[in-house]
């Protein structure tokens, strides 16, 4: 994946792992996407970003990602973005590569150019809360693992949703929960849960 001599964990980011295995890693903040771009990045991995400004770059880790890879990728790209938050049911993801991206003097932090052609698709944004690595993760709702709840676009603030899911995972699942560590899985806002 990346250079062993990194001593950068990825837990500290925004991440979750494919039905087909591969990490994706990407930013919670302007600063960490450009600790991720720095860190994370090799020049044939694919990375992705909403068309519109607003989201975490998300970086597949792999040379050859699959079909899967691909579109759960953009979908978490969608999930915790700025339309996320507007309530837009369908949201625009760019995909190119690592060797695109380009950075100036004059652009802000976390901010990145990207040269030639990229590919953009539409995503419909939904998630699951599952378990990986020991951690709650929100995931895009197409992958296989035991559902803990449905994460989608609605009304419930960013407490709002971690106080239910933290009632769902303890009444339902009997799991200790951390809401610390709900509210790192969860978008930012505009949440409903069940």
């Known amino acids: 994946m990346f250079s062993s001599n990194t001593k950068i ?3 500290n980011y925004r991440w979750f792992f494919t039905s087909d295995g591969s990490l994706v890693v990407g930013g919670k903040s302007d600063e960490q996407n450009e600790l991720v ?5 090799k020049p ?7 068309s519109a400004p607003g989201s975490s770059f998300m970086i597949i880790q792999s ?3 699959s079909k899967n890879d691909i579109e759960e990728t953009a979908i978490f790209t969608g999930c915790f973005s700025k339309q996320w938050k507007t309530g837009s049911k369908k949201i625009d993801i760019d995909i190119f590569r690592g060797s695109q991206i380009y950075k100036v003097k004059s652009m802000k932090t976390g901010t990145f150019g990207v040269k030639g052609d990229k590919k953009t698709i539409k995503i419909k944004p939904e998630l699951i809360l599952v378990i990986q690595n020991g951690k709650f993760r929100a995931v895009p709702s197409t992958i296989k693992e035991k559902i803990l709840a449905e994460i989608k676009q609605g009304n419930l603030s ?5 106080e239910k899911l933290a009632k769902i995972l303890k009444d339902k699942f009997h799991l200790p ?3 610390d560590e709900i509210m790192s899985a969860i978008p930012s806002d505009r949440l ?3």
């Open 63 to 65: 040379d050859k990602p």
């Open 158 to 162: 960013k407490e709002e949703a971690s």
């Open 177 to 179: 929960v951390h809401r």
């Open 37 to 41: 771009l720095t860190n994370f990045l």
């Open 9 to 11: 964990d990825y837990k």
């Open 44 to 50: 044939n991995y694919i990375i992705m970003h909403t």
């Open 192 to 194: 409903s849960v069940k």
